[in-house]
């Protein structure tokens, strides 16, 4: 069977398209919130692309796992961001990395480490290719005499599992969708699905952080990992495993997160879970905002754990297929595979009740409320999602999210800034408003995780400029105002302004510490969590 190839342009994989149902509902949706006509500009064909030559030859010992071929040095060339895909359509591929190495073991990695090390050439760590910040660019400034992708895709197995223990030990490289697909065969789950999950691979998910869709116990991957190996250009790390430590700082902790920046995770021992039985769920609605963002502050501070509590303000609820722009959902979701969840989502109804939510009781009792209404609407909005930017970039359209944490005090204020911020941004970019909404993505006992989209009607030739313009008054306010520049999206090269203002000055040295020691002639990926040499 032939391998499925990654797509140049867009997400997923080739053949991989929306139905003209589906365009035909993207196009309207916009043709109806902006004015004036839009140019509309088709993606470029993989034949229509300059790139660049290497500036590198393929050593004899990469030779038998690397490639210099077009169509692999432009996938591995951006993630899946806005400016991603903007400069894709204006066929700037001049980050191109001059080969891409697929490796296959921790021998291959090593041997490009010490190639890169001795021909001072960067490394970019690639697994799902699906990061939104800038974290698979080759932009690694002037000071290397080229760039390596190191495609970790080929490290896709899983290794042992410990029925007993409840956990599984798996290599970086794997996807999600093949790495659940083995371990049903045995009952079991992580039950951690980032959007990207289609593509995203295990090692990346650690490395960036990711939170999984149902996750208000188990929020971020971190939860999950018991132990983890990494390959550093100084040697091999492993950690001890353990169900927990109270050992000093833990070397978890340094590993996870890391980016790419310090080494590769080519294993974990990861948590998991047993495969859910009793599921059930419902949407409820809320004319006020506020008064919906406290029943999930009570839902969450009274130790319910739903799988999912998820907040959509009016605008957001509207944009994912449901209701008419007026009313804020809130979607819960309880599952379990040891017993019934009815009790449990009794009670978050009635607190929801509590703040004046509405909903329809014969569909939260059926058992299948978490798949019908808005429910089910955002749940295929969530996605398809991914499918649809390149549409919308075809119509000159500015899109973007962005997501952070605050707590439960600060919100209302914070929300009611970022907001305005944002929409003043958009008009004044593009000179006519543009549209704003949240939701919240992950919930805590003391604080949300608003995630902010926001559309605009940009210009074809500017938009990455026009992005950047807009986010980056976005993120201003959203660090004014006590958030983070990231809750789950990592840092990568776009949020580095951002983040070296939120962090200590004195970590951050701690940090390139680290780094020196573990990266001693910093070949990998230059610019993520700590600045390019100049």
């Known amino acids: 069977m032939t391998e499925k190839q990654l797509k140049i342009v867009g997400w997923g994989y080739e053949g991989d398209e929306i139905s003209a149902e589906e365009h035909e509902m993207i196009t309207t949706r916009f043709t109806e919130r902006f004015d004036g006509d839009f140019e509309i500009r088709k993606a470029p064909s993989e034949?229509?692309?300059?790139?660049?030559?290497?500036?590198?030859?393929i050593p004899t010992a990469l030779a038998p796992f690397a490639s210099t071929g077009k169509r692999d040095r432009l996938v591995h060339t951006y993630g899946k961001s806005?400016?991603?895909?903007?400069?894709?359509?204006?066929?700037?591929?001049?980050?191109?990395?001059?080969?891409?190495?697929?490796?296959?073991?921790?021998?291959?990695?090593?041997?490009?480490?010490?190639?890169?090390?001795?021909?001072?050439?960067?490394?970019?760590?690639?697994?799902?290719?699906?990061?939104?910040?800038?974290?698979?660019?080759?932009?690694?400034?002037?000071?290397?005499?080229?760039?390596?992708?190191?495609?970790?895709?080929?490290?896709?197995?899983?290794?042992?599992?410990?029925?007993?223990?409840?956990?599984?030990?798996?290599?970086?490289?794997?996807?999600?969708?093949?790495?659940?697909?083995?371990?049903?065969?045995h009952g079991l789950t992580m039950r951690h699905f980032p959007q990207s999950m289609e593509l995203a691979t295990l090692g990346g998910m650690i490395a960036t952080r990711s939170g999984g869709h149902f996750a208000t116990l188990y929020t971020h991957i971190d939860d999950f990992v018991e132990s983890?190996?990494?390959?550093?250009?100084?040697?091999?790390?492993?950690?001890?495993?353990?169900?927990?430590?109270?050992?000093?700082?833990?070397p978890d902790r340094l590993m996870i997160g890391s980016e790419g920046a310090l080494g590769i995770i080519t294993e974990a021992w990861m948590r998991l879970q047993d495969r859910p039985t009793y599921r059930g769920g419902t949407a409820v609605l809320f004319d006020d905002v506020?008064?919906?963002?406290?029943?999930?502050?009570?839902?969450?501070q009274a130790a319910l754990y739903p799988a999912n509590v998820r907040l959509l303000d009016a605008r957001e609820a509207y944009y994912n297929g449901f209701g008419d722009g007026k009313q804020s959902v809130v979607i819960l979701a309880f599952e379990n595979n040891d017993h019934p969840i009815d009790p449990w989502l009794d009670r978050a109804l009635e607190i929801c009740r509590d703040f004046g939510g509405g909903y329809d009781d014969g569909v939260a009792k059926s058992g299948e409320g978490h798949l019908a209404g808005a429910a089910g609407a955002w749940r295929h909005a969530f996605i398809r999602m991914p499918y649809y930017k390149k549409t919308i970039v075809e119509m000159g359209i500015i899109t973007d999210t962005f997501e952070t944490a605050i707590t439960w005090e600060r919100f209302p204020a914070f929300y009611e800034?970022?907001?305005?911020?944002?929409?003043?941004?958009?008009?004044?970019?593009?000179?006519?408003?543009?549209?704003?909404?949240?939701?919240?993505?992950?919930?805590?006992?003391?604080?949300?995780?608003?995630?902010?989209?926001?559309?605009?009607?940009?210009?074809?030739?500017?938009?990455?400029?026009?992005?950047?313009?807009?986010?980056?008054?976005?993120?201003?306010?959203?660090?004014?105002?006590?958030g983070t520049i990231t809750h789950h999206h990592a840092v990568g090269r776009d949020h580095m302004p951002w983040y070296n203002r939120q962090r200590p000055s004195l970590f951050a040295d701690a940090l390139a510490g680290a780094k020196a020691r573990l990266d001693p002639k910093g070949i990998l990926n230059p610019g993520v969590l700590l600045p390019a040499p100049a």
């Open 47 to 57: 034949e229509s692309i300059e790139l660049h030559a290497p500036r590198l030859e």
């Open 290 to 300: 506020m008064k919906a963002a406290e029943a999930v502050r009570t839902i969450c």
């Open 417 to 482: 800034a970022v907001m305005a911020a944002t929409e003043a941004a958009a008009r004044e970019v593009t000179g006519q408003p543009g549209s704003v909404s949240c939701r919240f993505t992950h919930c805590y006992p003391d604080g949300p995780a608003p995630y902010f989209s926001f559309q605009a009607k940009g210009r074809h030739g500017a938009l990455a400029e026009q992005w950047r313009a807009i986010k980056s008054k976005a993120f201003d306010a959203v660090i004014a105002h006590g």
């Open 82 to 185: 806005f400016p991603d895909y903007a400069r894709v359509f204006e066929r700037d591929f001049s980050p191109a990395p001059d080969f891409v190495a697929f490796a296959r073991s921790e021998l291959d990695i090593e041997a490009v480490y010490d190639y890169a090390a001795g021909a001072n050439v960067a490394v970019i760590p690639f697994g799902g290719g699906t990061s939104v910040c800038g974290g698979v660019e080759p932009a690694v400034g002037g000071s290397y005499n080229g760039t390596i992708s190191l495609d970790l895709t080929g490290l896709d197995r899983i290794l042992e599992i410990d029925k007993t223990s409840r956990a599984a030990r798996i290599q970086g490289g794997i996807r999600v969708p093949a790495m659940e697909a083995q371990l049903k065969s």
């Open 228 to 250: 983890l190996r990494m390959v550093t250009p100084a040697g091999t790390m492993e950690s001890r495993r353990l169900p927990g430590s109270g050992a000093g700082p833990s």
